[in-house]
């Protein structure tokens, strides 16, 4: 009898000793997990740089030659939004983004078709512009409709090393539209006179 609960003791004693070993080493390996993850959140990429509507620029009303006034009106359009996202690569950043345009149709529209020129810039840290391109967003009207929207699909690539990509989320991507002279006069005369980068 003694012999037997000193078997079912020792029984008892070993898979302790077995619970408290399984028990470390998934404690070790918990630990090892949370610091792999550490590591990984370290070596985690920067935010995405910011891409950007110029406010006082996302607004454009085509009046030819004639002077500002609704009847006079040609087309006018608004960039209603963007959306996009990055990666960051080994010498830069890839941004890819939609801009989401709605279009009106004017009393003196001739014909079915209106574009407009707009920009899209990078600007650094600093706030100097790296880079400016001009593009054209192209608006078809259908039949009677007084409206037609567009979504254009864009690409930039600012370089950058890969030691300096954790200033990436200081650079950013502007957009709006690119005014005439005389959209210019108007809107200075108005006392709305845009900062065209």
Not at 11 to 32: E, N, R, V
């Amino acid at each position: 009898m003694k012999m037997k609960f000193a078997l079912i003791l020792a029984s008892f004693l070993l898979l302790g000793a077995l619970a408290a070993c399984g028990s470390d080493k998934k404690d070790k390996s918990a630990d090892a997990d949370a610091d792999a993850a550490t590591e990984h959140e370290d070596k985690a990429l920067p935010h995405c740089p910011q891409v950007a509507i110029v406010s006082d620029l996302a607004e454009i009303h085509d009046y030819g030659t004639a002077k500002p006034d609704p009847a006079n009106l040609v087309a006018a359009s608004k960039m209603q939004a963007v959306s996009g996202d990055c990666g960051y690569r080994d010498d830069g950043i890839d941004i890819a983004f939609t801009l989401h345009f709605l279009a009106a149709r004017g009393p003196r529209l001739d014909g079915k078709r209106m574009e407009f020129p707009f920009f899209v810039a990078i600007v650094d840290p600093d706030g100097n512009i790296v880079d400016k391109n001009m593009m054209t967003a192209e608006f078809k009207f259908s039949g009677d409709d007084k409206t037609a929207d567009r979504d254009e699909d864009l690409h930039v690539f600012i370089p950058l090393p890969k030691k300096q990509q954790k200033t990436g989320p200081d650079y950013r991507v502007l957009t709006g539209f690119q005014l005439t002279e005389a959209q210019w006069e108007a809107a200075r005369k108005k006392g709305e006179a845009p900062k065209q980068p």
